[in-house]
């Protein structure tokens, strides 16, 4: 059983006055999932579980991952992936922590600034165009058959490349 991580994680749920339920639909899980969590049921949720709950809760990802005693080669690959990303952000002044997590995913292992929450954050007034327009370059396109692909929590977008001849 994992009760430290399940304690942690009721204990910054709880101060939020997060209801399980709430936090389950939050973070687009089985709320039956979380109260496994909190009881140390499962021993080890996966990464992208407690990539979400870093997001909503706001608890240090990599303090998740060892309490869900993930190995030292499994953290440095996660935490320097995430590093990467979070090395870019860290130039722009005016992105906070608590907007880095609301703008970036868990994607097959890797975290990636999400294009979609990155428009979401703009359409919601969270950030200007200037931040935005900054965020979309940082997101780190892939150009492949004259197509520009950001990726995405929900799917990724595909454009086509304007600049292709």
Same mark, same amino acid.
């Given at each position: 059983?994992?009760?430290?991580?399940?304690?942690?994680?009721?204990?910054?749920?709880?101060?939020?006055?997060?209801?399980?339920?709430?936090?389950?639909?939050?973070?687009?899980?089985?709320?039956?999932?979380?109260?496994?969590?909190?009881?140390?049921?499962?021993?080890?949720?996966?990464? /992208?579980?407690?990539?979400?709950?870093?997001?909503?809760?706001?608890?240090?990802?990599?303090?998740?991952?060892?309490?869900?005693?993930?190995?030292?080669?499994?953290?440095? /690959?996660?935490?320097?992936?995430?590093?990467?990303?979070?090395?870019?952000? /860290?130039?722009?002044?005016?992105?906070?922590?608590?907007?880095?997590?609301?703008?970036?995913?868990?994607?097959?292992?890797?975290?990636?600034?999400?294009?979609?929450?990155?428009?979401?954050?703009?359409?919601?007034?969270?950030?200007? /165009?200037?931040?935005?327009?900054?965020?979309?370059?940082?997101?780190?396109?892939?150009?492949v058959d004259n197509q520009i692909i950001y990726?995405?929590?929900?799917?990724?977008?595909?454009?086509?490349?304007?600049?292709?001849?």
């Amino acid at each position: 059983m994992n009760t430290e991580l399940g304690e942690l994680i009721k204990k910054i749920r709880m101060e939020k006055s997060l209801s399980q339920r709430e936090l389950a639909r939050r973070i687009d899980i089985d709320n039956a999932a979380i109260s496994r969590i909190e009881k140390g049921l499962i021993k080890k949720p996966s990464s /992208e579980i407690l990539f979400r709950i870093y997001q909503e809760l706001g608890i240090n990802f990599v303090t998740l991952l060892k309490l869900a005693k993930y190995s030292d080669k499994e953290l440095w /690959e996660l935490a320097g992936i995430g590093n990467r990303v979070y090395n870019q952000l /860290e130039f722009m002044d005016d992105i906070d922590e608590e907007l880095t997590r609301k703008i970036t995913t868990l994607r097959n292992g890797d975290v990636i600034i999400d294009v979609v929450k990155v428009l979401n954050a703009y359409k919601s007034g969270i950030i200007d /165009e200037k931040q935005t327009i900054r965020l979309i370059v940082a997101c780190n396109p892939i150009d492949v058959d004259n197509q520009i692909i950001y990726l995405s929590e929900k799917g990724d977008v595909i454009i086509d490349n304007p600049f292709s001849h």
